[in-house]
């Protein structure tokens, strides 16, 4: 089968598609045939091998994937049959034409939905789902500083935050950006490169600030999250993109007021945690993507590649061109 690949960590230029060997599905795994996968910024640090795969799980580049059921293993519980569309998030091995998942993991391809537009949920939506209920124990009407609010588990985050009659309040970097997040409900955006947002969060919320922030950035936000965030508030962070260095009295700040820091990474969960997180979104919210559905659940494209011109999914992502989610799509 043809996977994206790279044989030694560094720039877009080093990725390519490689013939590989199918993998074969061990005990309770289902074999999919898959159609698109979807670019995530861990396949960015993946390939700069910042961020190495967990033990045991495929070195092939990919977190989600949508396809169809194209086989099943040893001890499968008869939950899926050969033909069912279905998407999964995997800790691995999704940019390939084929990959193997736990059974648990799959997740059923909402009505009237194309494969392109499934690949855009799992990593996205299951991120921003477990930020805001597992982590976050998100509260009717609490306020939600979203930063990132373009990108995939920002445009998310949005609309689970709506789902959950929360406010979400997001930060992007373009007038572009802020206003494809008010058309999916954000309540307020601001331009972290010419305004700041920690005093526009407070102006906009009479002073009380934000009760959750989720914050991909890190360390250069570490002021302005603190100047913004309520009190008994909780700053959530799940990635690092300015790093990870503090210069100040963190601790102080917090201490005054009572908030609380909490870190999350999907993909080095264990298994039980994801199937726990998995049903939970299954249950409460894929019935929301179907047709017909109100509130009706969005996932966003923002372009789409073959797996040939992966090189040029990462380039574009790595430019922050990108509105929501930048998916892969497989030969046929």
Known sequence: MLAAYFDCPGGPENLYVKEVMKPHPG???VFVKVSASALNRADLLQRRGKYPPPKGASDILGLEAAGRVAGLGPGCKGQW?????????LSGGGQAEYVTVPEGYLMPIPNDMT??????????????FQLLHFVGKIQKGERVLIHAGASGVGMAAIQLVKLAKAIPIVTAGTQEKLKATANVGAAAGFNYKNEDFSEKVLT?????????????????YWEKNLNCLSTDGRWIIYGLLSGGDVHGDLLARLLSKRGSIHTSLLRSRDKKASNDYQQSFTENVLPYFSQGAS?????LVDSVYPLHEIAEAHRTMEENKNIGKIVIEMPV
Do not use: N
């Open 27 to 29: 005990e309770g795994e």
């Open 81 to 89: 049959k050969t033909g069912d569309a279905v998407m999964a998030l």
């Open 115 to 128: 494969f392109i537009q499934a690949a855009a949920i799992p990593e996205a939506w299951l991120t921003a």
């Open 204 to 220: 906009f919320t009479q002073g009380s600030g934000v009760d959750i922030i989720l914050d991909c950035v890190g360390g250069s």
């Open 295 to 299: 509130p009706h659940l969005q996932p």
